[in-house]
């Protein structure tokens, strides 16, 4: 079964928006951390951002911080990726993914591609200059 589906990828410009959208199954929400990972053409997939179940917490990477918002709507069982600002560095395939249990004090893992549970097919990003 596939417990993530993303959508709201696209082509845009230099400086436009998008909202990326993770419909993800009941028990695929209940992850104690979801995020958003993304792979450039020919680079490796990236840690974008996470946010923590528990308390909300949000984290970002520095390359995208302050232009990009992670959210979540317990009420959709969907988390959302704002994007701000794009440059053409954005451009990438964007992945969803969660973590199902974050032992105490290690939110660290939710970042890390290799301890996520869940991950969905993808949805492509392109912003020209």
């Known amino acids: 079964q596939v417990q993530l589906v993303e959508s709201g990828g696209g082509s845009v410009q230099a400086g436009d928006s998008l909202r990326l959208s993770c419909a993800a199954t009941?028990?695929?929400?209940?992850?104690?951390?979801m995020g958003w990972f993304r792979q450039p053409p020919g680079k490796e997939r990236e840690r974008v951002a996470h946010?923590?179940?528990?308390?909300?917490?949000?984290d970002y990477a520095n390359s995208v911080k302050d232009r990009f918002t992670i959210s979540r709507d317990s009420a959709k069982n969907t988390v959302y990726l704002q994007m701000n600002s794009l440059k053409p560095e954005d451009s990438a395939m964007y992945y969803c993914?969660?973590?199902?249990?974050?032992?105490?004090?290690?939110?660290?893992?939710?970042?890390?591609?290799?301890?996520?549970?869940?991950w969905g097919q993808g949805t492509q990003v392109t912003v020209s200059s």
């Open positions: 946010i923590i179940t528990a308390d909300g917490r949000t």
């Open positions: 009941a028990a695929a929400y209940r992850s104690e951390c």
């Open positions: 993914a969660a973590k199902r249990f974050l032992p105490y004090g290690e939110s660290w893992r939710c970042a890390e591609e290799y301890e996520q549970d869940y």
